[in-house]
T-cell receptor
Framework: AQSVTQLGSHVSVSEGALVLLRCNYS??????LFWYVQYPNQGLQLLLK??????LVKGINGFEAEFKKSETSFHLTKPSAHMSDAAEYFC??????????FGSGTKLNVKP | GAGVSQSPSNKVTEKGKDVELRCDPI?????LYWYRQSLGQGLEFLIY????????KSGLPSDRFSAERTGGSVSTLTIQRTQQEDSAVYLC???????????FGQGTRLTVV
């Protein structure tokens, strides 16, 4: 069975600081992995995804994530936080043709 | 349409009334999901439709909740005898099998008073 764990329901960083949002998953087969972002009062939009190939994937707004099979992790990072990054971030896993499983989300607060 | 469309965007209803929430997925997408997002909570899976297969209803919280998908396209989520704890944003998403990305609608904000 698949599952996704996001450590930390709330993360607070200062503007310009490193952003690190953690995601661990369990999957019985090589997974597809995703990060979605949800800005206030909006739906979710895809930030980046890993399917096959290069394990370091780059997404929009300067975010990137690295698939580490040995650690079953797909942590999201951004070198320098911007105020506009304040949002809720969701990690998700799917086993290709099966349904998506989402983590519980991490709310990112960026302090000026 | 170009994206997943949900209606209404906001719904206020009295406790005990029934409500219907609609989702128009992206044309051609075979899979459709309903999620619930309560205040301060993460995404709660409700139901999953994939083509003509039997839906995965494992996330429906009670028998007051039901959903159908007509003609493999539009879906309606029905909540009977609404309760205050049903207040939440209900999100719909669709994807094409193997497309590896789910596209979300803007959600319906349901408030039960």
């Amino acid at each position: 069975a698949q599952s996704v764990t996001q450590l930390g329901s709330h993360v607070s960083v200062s503007e310009g600081a490193l952003v690190l949002l953690r995601c661990n998953y369990s999957s019985s087969v090589p997974p597809y992995l995703f990060w979605y972002v949800q800005y206030p009062n909006q739906g979710l939009q895809l930030l980046l995804k890993y399917t096959t190939g290069a394990t370091l994937v780059k997404g929009i707004n300067g975010f990137e994530a690295e698939f580490k099979k040995s650690e079953t992790s797909f942590h999201l990072t951004k070198p320098s936080a911007h105020m506009s990054d304040a949002a809720e971030y969701f990690c998700a896993v799917s086993e290709r043709i099966n349904k998506f499983y989402f983590g519980s989300g991490t709310k990112l607060n960026v302090k000026p | 349409g170009a994206g997943v469309s949900q209606s209404p965007s906001n719904k206020v209803t009295e406790k005990g009334k029934d409500v219907e929430l609609r989702c128009d997925p992206i044309s051609g997408h075979t899979a459709l999901y309903w999620y619930r997002q309560s205040l301060g909570q993460g995404l709660e899976f409700l139901i999953y439709f994939q083509g003509n297969s039997a839906p995965d209803k494992s996330g429906l919280p009670s028998d007051r909740f039901s959903a159908e998908r007509t003609g493999g396209s539009v879906s309606t989520l029905t909540i009977q005898r609404t309760q205050q704890e049903d207040s939440a944003v209900y999100l719909c998403a669709s994807e094409t099998r193997g497309m590896t990305e789910a596209f979300f609608g803007q959600g319906t904000r349901l408030t039960v008073v």
